[in-house]
Antibody, heavy 124, light 111 residues
């Protein structure tokens, strides 16, 4: 069964940095894009960004709310994707999920599976 | 701010039918992009409920169905059960914004 496990969340002060990890198993990681989605407490889902595979030149894309502050990377040898978060703001407080797109002939792809999420709290 | 609009909450008694709508625009759903639906039970990660507008993954009961028309999509749940109480999100893509989008979510309460 495909699985994604996030880690690295915690409490950080405004303006600080944090790096999240997303460890994958049971699928061909190096052929898959990885997306990050976050959910602020009591709020809905917000797409954060994604990284494509090597064959797609590891292209990345970000939501406007995080562009220039967040960077997504990956290490295919470790089956792990990362979300580097800099210049954190209070409004970045959220549960951060990683997920992968499923290609079933639809556009866009849908997301499955999802990790359990890792909580990032930005507070002084 | 969600680009796809969902009614914040719906409710129904056990056994009843409810529908949840997801309204986009001519630049996303109306441009032909597919819609997927997720169910998020309290304290858990989202799980795909409907993919490609109207397809159910294996294991999802046929009480759940999806449709798409024009710039909107709908999720219907028949024979409501207590375990259906959850948050439901639609998802699509907007090429003009170059973002994957989720609706704001609909909280379903089973009375």
């Amino acid at each position: 069964e495909e699985q994604l496990v996030e880690s690295g969340g915690g409490l950080v002060q405004p303006g600080g940095s944090l790096k999240l990890s997303c460890a994958a198993s049971a699928f061909t990681f190096n052929r898959s894009a990885i997306h990050w989605v976050r959910q602020a407490p009591g709020k809905g889902l917000e797409w954060v960004g994604h990284i494509r595979s090597k064959t797609r030149d590891y292209a990345t894309g970000y939501a406007a709310s995080v562009k220039g502050r967040f960077t997504i990377s990956r290490d295919d040898s470790q089956n792990t994707a990362y979300l580097q978060m800099n210049s954190l703001k209070i409004e970045d407080t959220a549960l951060y999920f990683c997920t992968r797109p499923q290609n079933g002939g639809f556009d866009p792809f849908w997301f499955d599976p999802w990790g359990q999420g890792t909580l990032v709290t930005v507070a002084s | 701010q969600a680009v796809l609009t969902q009614t914040p909450s719906v409710s129904g008694a056990p056994g009843q039918r409810v529908t949840i709508s997801c309204t986009g625009s001519s630049s996303n759903i109306g441009a032909g992009y597919d819609v997927h639906w997720y169910q998020q039970l309290p304290g858990t990660a989202p799980k795909v409920l409907i993919f490609g507008n109207s397809n159910r993954p294996s294991g999802v009961p046929d009480r759940f169905s999806g449709s798409k028309s024009g710039t909107s999509a709908s999720l219907a749940i028949t024979g409501l059960q207590a375990e259906d109480e959850a948050d439901y999100y639609c998802q699509s893509y907007d090429p003009s914004l170059k973002i994957w989008m989720f609706g704001g979510g609909t909280k379903l309460r089973v009375l």
